[in-house]
């Protein structure tokens, strides 16, 4: 599975991954996240069945982007990311935040709260990792106290 700007394919981090086919400048759009758009309780359902790839649009939906013709799902999380995801009107971009070399592995910070983190450790290789799949605004406390509820 390809675009023109990434190549999915086995990553040392976890599963498939999505890989710079060739370089990508700092601010550039990567590729779009796209999936089901559902109602915040419709959304809620499923997160409470451990669907992870939901991401909130606007007050009233979410997006669902565990979806077959969703390849962004596959683009792991990092503690020191290359892109991130930014929201533009109800569309989300998985964005550049600095120039990726061909090869690399394009990562973004899922941005996990605390809730039931240690459910969700991080395998990502960074030296700053924080061990866990959470925001960077939360790297500190998981790493000082790791026994946080």
């Known amino acids: ?41 419709e959304s809620l359902r499923r997160c409470e069945g451990n669907n992870e790839y939901i991401f909130a649009v606007s007050p009233e939906q979410d997006l669902d982007g565990n979806v077959a013709w969703n390849p962004a799902r596959l683009i792991n999380h990092s503690c020191s990311p290359n892109s991130e995801a930014r929201i533009e009107g109800e569309r989300i971009w998985i964005v550049a935040s600095c120039e990726i070399r061909p090869g690399e592995e394009i990562t973004f910070n899922y941005g996990y709260d605390l809730e039931d983190y240690k459910d969700y450790p991080c395998r990502c290789g960074s030296p700053d990792c924080a061990g866990y799949i959470v925001a960077e605004e939360f790297f500190e406390r998981v790493r000082n106290r790791p026994s946080l509820p």
């Open 1 to 41: 599975m390809e675009t023109d700007l990434v190549v999915f394919k086995d990553s040392p981090i976890h599963g498939k991954g999505g890989f710079a086919r060739s370089t990508i400048g700092k601010d550039t759009r990567i590729i779009e996240y796209v999936g089901e758009r559902i109602s915040k309780a």
